[in-house]
């Protein structure tokens, strides 16, 4: 990779449109820090739970905005005020209360200004909702990730089984429809493609070939690989 600028890659997109598994294969594919935004809201929904407050009521919630320090260990993984979280973060509490967390504005302003510090000065792949909208505004590689809602659901119910999490598919529908639903539909800044994001749907697509596409984008954007 062409090393005389510092190169953001921001991708977004629906729930289990696989964009972690790929965004995290492209980061390290190309030695660039990953950053995963959804990994922080779930960590401050964590905190919300641990301190036993209500991630329904938004006053209670915001009360933790500057009091906690969320960050990623050299290992890169979630920690919670210096503890790894990253198992706890995936755990259905947490899931079933981010929807909430994540449409507080100034919980928003909160994590994506930590997001923005973290990527200052760095070549870095980050995936959210609104990276290449929002926090990333300026990123030189804009990638929307997309996939019918039927195939995420398919890929969600296969996710929990390899991970002995009891599902239906039909739960894993109504779940993803929810999500999207909320995702794109809050005052601010809520999950669309950016007008210079490139879209991809990967209904049929394999983890390799969604990789290769981005890897195509980003060279044709004039950055050698
Ligand atoms: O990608 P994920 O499922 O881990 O995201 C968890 C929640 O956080 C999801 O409800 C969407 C929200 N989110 C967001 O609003 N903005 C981001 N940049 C990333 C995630």
Redesign the pocket.
């Known amino acids: 990779m062409d090393k005389k600028n510092f190169i953001a890659i921001a991708i ?1 997109g629906p ?2 449109s696989g ?2 598994t790929v965004a995290k294969l492209l980061a390290s594919k190309l030695n660039f820090l990953y950053v ?7 960590a401050y929904t964590l905190a919300v739970l641990n301190a036993s407050l209500d991630p329904k009521n938004e006053e209670e919630s915001n009360s933790l905005i500057n009091k906690i320090e969320i960050s990623f260990n050299d290992e890169n993984h979630i920690t919670l005020n210096g503890k790894d979280v990253s198992k706890e ?1 995936r755990e259905n509490n947490v ?1 079933n209360n ?2 909430y ?3 507080y504005k100034n919980i ?1 302003l909160f ?2 200004s930590l ?1 923005q510090k973290i990527a200052n000065n760095k070549n870095i792949v980050m ?5 290449g909208t929002y ?1 990333l505004k300026d990123a030189e590689v804009k990638i929307f990730l997309n996939a019918d809602v039927e195939e995420r659901a398919k890929r969600r119910f296969n996710e929990n089984k390899e991970k002995n999490i009891k599902s239906s598919y039909e739960d894993c529908l109504e779940n993803i429809k929810k ?1 999207d639903y ?2 794109s539909h ?1 005052d601010f ?1 809520p ?1 669309r493609k950016a007008d210079d994001a490139i879209l991809i749907d990967s209904t049929n697509l394999t983890i390799e070939e969604v990789v290769f596409k981005m890897e195509e984008i980003i060279k044709s954007k004039g950055y050698s690989l």
Request: hydrophobic fraction near 40%.
């Open positions: 977004d729930s289990a964009k972690s995963d935004t959804g990994a922080m809201y779930r973060i899931a981010v929807s967390i994540a449409s928003r994590l994506v997001q995936d959210g909702r609104d990276v926090v999500r909320i995702d809050r800044c999950l």
